[in-house]
């Protein structure tokens, strides 16, 4: 809420690593304001307020950071920096933004659709699709000055908050680089709010493009990741995504405070006697304090009503105990907040004349940002600091207030739990604003608690916040954010056609043609074909059917048939073809020079297919529209037309089932597609695939394209030998090191693969 002056002094070194600057790189940060404004009134850029800012600068960097930030005047960097004294490692560079593009994304889109959606406020959203284009243009406009401002190679950038989410996506549009992470300083919201934002597929898909997102709160970060699953469909650890052959990390950075320059400042004489003044003026009494921006979010309207909750169920408080409520003003212009600020000062005017008396004001009201030295002192004064927040991505006041205290008589924090501060205050004491009576009680308590328990709780709290800076936040960042640069290089190619004439791909073709022997190893559905709503509606296309036949006899590739398919349904597919083929993931071979086939199969299955039949036809019965698909070595439930989320958790359930229920027979499960599925241990593309490199062919002039769609096709590609090609359909992560976004890319690949 405040901004401590900046020190002079270096701060010390890490305790936990070397700075990021024996690691070589300049830190660009970007974040929708710039670290200082234009005072009208001084007539002077000043540093603007904010964690944000007081991080940066007290973080242990010695190279330089710019900081690129949006404004709509025509500023020069020059006199921005002319004005500034911070430190001089911090280049300010303005982008001017047309007032006209501004206040469309500003205003109507972050302020009005993702603001109050983000903190659950969805009443007051204000859907704008215009407003979107201009969010879109504006992020655009963001990430064409950073290609020209950065270098891949030097830079590490920190784009800051909803504001700029598209921006690594922008970036990757112009040019393939790493080091882009993203924090979000707001809460993220439940599936089951974000899923009411019309554009939220293309925000997700855009953050993805990340190398590293970073949260405030572990719920933050859990609500980010079961959204993530439920809108596209991708699952991910509790750290890490991997998404487009790229691997993005999560993690919970929160935030902290400059707090040996709020301590070291809070012990000035300045305060000191700032402090003596209050104390005279209020005497004996006890004095609750409030701080806060006006905004709905940090419900002001709820702690007004457990003050007047107060002073109704506990008499003897009357006259005894005032509340002193600063309210910072915000966004002044606009009518939802200038209707919230009369809301509230008529609340406060009730309240004060229902308990007040000629010489007793329950509520000191003061609209208006205070001074630094000033604040610091009502923080001494006060026996209790009250924020009763409805969403707050963190709430640094209460973080300043544990700061700012003095042993002697020191002040407790009441927090509502709805803030992400809450969870690295264990020692505050968390409260639920909406419950106005149990609020007010545990106000009551904390008023006539024992000084010293309050101050060892304080104690505690404040050896954390020692420890763990506003500077330390920052670098703790930008350490991991380097990390998953390194990590984030692509391990997967992606086949765009069509394809240069120097590409990388046709010289893998060119190497593999040049082998004796050539096969094709191909899964079927997903693959060859598209999935369909019933496993007995899938055949292979006439075109497709011919690209296979031609590889086959003109270009001398044999063509395998690999799937999870039953040898019944294969043969219907392909007994006119001379392919080869392996049934149930390689359970079972046909040979055709043999013209039979071969069960590679030697454990009983009799011993565990009625067991895992047993449990799928419980949730069969209980998941509509899912059935049952019965095979030789294996079961598979699909869910591929079930309702999408109730689908889903069943299967994680039927899942967990049948790895306990089978974990001593010779049976396997995997997951796939919108199926669960239970097979013999045998049945495996990998160990079919080590199988036929053994059994079927030269394997010291002999090569293998392979590709496949399916969780079961992983195994299939660790099996291959460096030389061979392996190719994934679809976005999932995978062990392949070539891609088709696809299944319509597959034809052209196989014609691809007959010409090139």
């Not at 970060?221 to 487009?244: A, C, D, E, P």
């Not at 457990?306 to 005032?322: E, N, T």
């Not at 205050?425 to 024992?450: C, F, G, R, T, Y």
Request: charged content about 20%.
């Amino acid at each position: 809420m405040w901004q401590a002056p900046p020190s002079k002094s270096q701060p010390p070194p890490s305790k936990s690593q070397p700075p990021l600057a024996e690691r070589g790189k300049r830190w660009v940060v970007v974040s929708n304001r710039l670290p200082a404004h234009y005072d009208t009134r001084k007539r002077k850029f000043v540093i603007s307020s904010g964690g944000l800012v007081s991080s940066l600068l007290g973080v242990n960097y010695q190279r330089p950071i710019l900081w690129l930030g949006l404004t709509t005047e025509s500023w020069d960097a020059k006199e921005i920096a002319a004005s500034l004294k911070i430190s001089d490692r911090i280049e300010v560079v303005p982008l001017t933004v047309a007032a006209e593009l501004y206040d469309p994304y500003y205003n109507k889109f972050c302020n009005g659709v993702l603001w109050p959606l983000l903190h659950y406020e969805t009443h007051s959203v204000s859907w704008d699709f215009d407003a979107w284009q201009k969010y879109q243009k504006v992020n655009r406009l963001v990430a064409t000055t950073l290609l020209k401002l950065t270098s891949a190679n030097d830079d590490l950038i920190w784009v800051h908050d909803f504001h700029l989410m598209l921006v690594a996506a922008q970036l990757r549009l112009k040019r393939q680089r790493q080091g882009v992470g993203f924090f979000l300083h707001v809460p993220f919201p439940s599936y089951e709010i974000f899923r009411q934002l019309p554009f939220r597929s293309a925000i997700l898909r855009a953050l993805l493009n990340f190398d590293l997102i970073g949260f405030h709160d572990y719920s933050y970060l859990m609500h980010f990741t079961q959204t993530l699953h439920y809108v596209l469909g991708i699952n991910s650890s509790f750290n890490r995504i991997h998404f487009k052959g790229r691997s993005v990390d999560l993690g919970v950075y929160p935030v902290s405070i400059p707090t040996a320059a709020i301590n070291k400042a809070a012990r000035s004489k300045r305060v000191k006697e700032i402090c003596a003044n209050y104390r005279r003026r209020f005497r004996d009494k006890k004095i609750i304090l409030g701080v806060d921006r006006l905004d709905y979010i940090k419900g002001i309207d709820l702690k007004l009503d457990i003050f007047h909750a107060f002073l109704q169920g506990y008499p003897d408080y009357r006259s005894k105990v005032s509340l002193i409520q600063v309210i910072v003003p915000s966004r002044t212009d606009v009518p939802a907040y200038q209707q919230l600020k009369e809301n509230i000062e008529g609340r406060i005017g009730y309240i004060n004349g229902y308990w007040g008396k000629a010489d007793y004001v329950p509520i000191y009201y003061i609209y208006n940002s205070m001074q630094f030295h000033e604040l610091l002192a009502l923080c001494q004064l006060s026996d209790a600091l009250l924020i009763t927040s409805k969403r707050d991505g963190m709430n640094l006041v209460a973080l300043e207030y544990v700061a700012a205290q003095m042993p002697a008589q020191p002040g407790q924090v009441l927090l509502s739990e709805f803030a992400g501060a809450v969870s690295i205050m264990p020692n505050a004491i968390a409260i639920n604003p909406w419950h106005v009576e149990k609020s007010a009680a545990q106000l009551q308590h904390a008023l006539q608690e024992d000084h010293e328990i309050i101050a060892a709780r304080n104690a505690q709290m404040l050896d954390y916040l020692q420890d763990y800076t506003g500077g330390e936040w920052a670098d703790s960042f930008m350490t991991d954010l380097l990390k998953s640069a390194r990590r984030s290089v692509k391990l997967v190619e992606d086949i765009n056609f069509p394809l240069r004439k120097n590409s990388p791909l046709l010289e893998k073709i060119k190497k593999i043609k040049a082998h004796r022997q050539r096969f094709l190893f191909v899964d079927f559905d997903g693959t060859l074909v598209p999935i369909q709503p019933r496993p007995e509606q899938a055949a292979i296309a006439a075109e497709t059917l011919q690209a296979l036949t031609t590889l086959q006899a003109q270009q001398g590739f044999a063509v395998v048939i690999v799937s999870g398919r039953d040898r019944n349904f294969l043969w219907q597919q392909f007994a006119s073809q001379t392919f080869m083929l392996a049934a149930e993931h390689g359970a079972e071979y046909y040979d055709r020079q043999q013209e039979c086939w071969h069960s590679l199969v030697s454990s009983p299955q009799d011993s565990w297919l009625p067991l895992a039949l047993q449990m799928m036809e419980y949730y069969r019965q209980r998941v509509p529209s899912s059935f049952i698909e019965k095979k030789a070595y294996s079961l598979c439930w699909h869910y591929r037309n079930s309702p999408v989320l109730y689908a889903t958790y069943q299967a994680r359930k039927l899942t967990e089932e049948l790895e306990f229920g089978l974990a001593n027979f010779p049976a396997v499960v995997a997951s796939g597609k919108r199926i669960v599925e239970a097979k013999a241990i045998e049945a495996s593309k990998g160990a079919f695939t080590g199988w036929f490199i053994k059994n079927c062919m030269d394997a010291a002039d002999a090569s293998i394209v392979a590709l496949g769609d399916d969780q079961t096709d992983e195994e299939l590609f660790i099996a291959l030998r460096p030389h061979d090609l392996s190719i994934k359909v679809g976005m999932e992560e995978t062990k392949a090191a070539w891609r088709l976004s696809e299944q319509q890319d597959v034809l052209t690949f196989l014609r691809l693969l007959i010409s090139a």
